[in-house]
């Protein structure tokens, strides 16, 4: 594509996500800028409640700034903050969705929020010092010639300086998804290339209520959750030797998958489970070529 093409091509994280999970996604998303119709809910949606848990722990580390002061804070200046950090999220739902949910609904979520907020705070107290650097800061990045757009959660730094780059998630997380030929959540990863100096440790703040916990990799000390042990990821110890050789890999294969996506590779060659919330299958019709792909390794005509 020339140059005003890619500046029409939409191209976060999820751009990349889509060609690693399937280049047809990628496709149908950055160039033909098709989506599926959300699924109708009851109450907030999924991804409403995701936000909601982003934008408290956003306002709760604009307003506490470190892990000393968290320390610091005894019971009841703590549920103060959350309080307050849970009502700055709500205040974010739009004026119609507040109407259409209603004040039940609302009072319910802000219930479920100061629950949810104190046991992951509690999973912070177990953590080394560090202090929060910088909260939803947006960078871009260029990938070959594709300009990628960022929004990056959280990056807080240790006490040697050193920093580690966080992506809150309500859903469950592996870290195994950053692993193989192609990581199929490569998020994190795009965020590590934006950093000036390779990040200590890339972490998931998987924040879920009764599997709360941190889930990453590096070579930072003091965070539980994060692995050190980098060529043990790998089956049979064949991945590579250390953080730093990991990261450089990591660099190659984002490469690979833009330039992918440059090349205009659209093929429907989805990734385990990648089907599974597309909602896309009527354009590219999956189902049909494996259908096809079953009857010529059965021998049918």
Not at 1 to 25: H, T, Y
Not at 184 to 202: F, R, S
Not at 219 to 248: C, M, R, S, V, Y
Request: glycine share 10%.
């Amino acid at each position: 594509p020339d140059e005003g093409e890619l500046k029409l091509l939409r191209g976060g994280a999820g751009l990349i996500e889509d060609q690693s999970q399937c280049p047809f996604r990628a496709f149908a998303h950055g160039r033909l800028r098709v989506s599926p119709l959300p699924e109708p809910v009851v109450g907030l949606s999924a991804a409403e409640r995701g936000t909601l848990v982003h934008e408290a722990l956003q306002a709760f580390w604009q307003e506490t700034g470190d892990h000393a002061s968290l320390l610091a804070m005894e019971e009841d200046s703590l549920r103060g903050a959350i309080e307050r950090a849970v009502a700055i999220a709500l205040r974010t739902v739009p004026g119609y969705r507040r109407i259409a949910l209603g004040v039940t609904c609302i009072e319910l979520e802000s219930q479920r929020l100061l629950s949810l907020l104190q046991d992951w705070l509690a999973i912070e107290r177990q953590r080394g010092e560090f202090k929060v650097a910088e909260i939803e800061s947006s960078v871009e990045l260029q990938l070959l010639s594709l300009p990628v757009r960022l929004r990056v959660d959280r990056i807080d730094e240790l006490a040697d300086g050193s920093r580690v780059i966080i992506d809150y998630k309500t859903g469950r997380c592996r870290v195994s998804d950053w692993l193989g030929e192609r990581p199929a959540k490569p998020q994190l990863l795009l965020y590590g290339l934006t950093a000036e100096t390779p990040p200590a440790a890339l972490a998931f703040a998987q924040v879920r209520p009764g599997e709360n916990s941190y889930i990453g990799l590096g070579q930072a000390e003091g965070i539980p959750g994060i692995k050190t042990d980098i060529n043990g990821q790998f089956k049979d110890g064949e991945g590579p030797a250390d953080w730093h050789a990991l990261n450089e890999q990591w660099q190659d294969q984002l490469h690979q998958l833009a330039a992918e996506f440059l090349a205009g590779r659209a093929v429907v060659e989805p990734q385990r489970n990648a089907c599974l919330w597309c909602g896309l299958q009527s354009l590219c019709r999956v189902d049909d070529l494996r259908t096809e792909q079953n009857d010529v390794g059965s021998g049918h005509d």
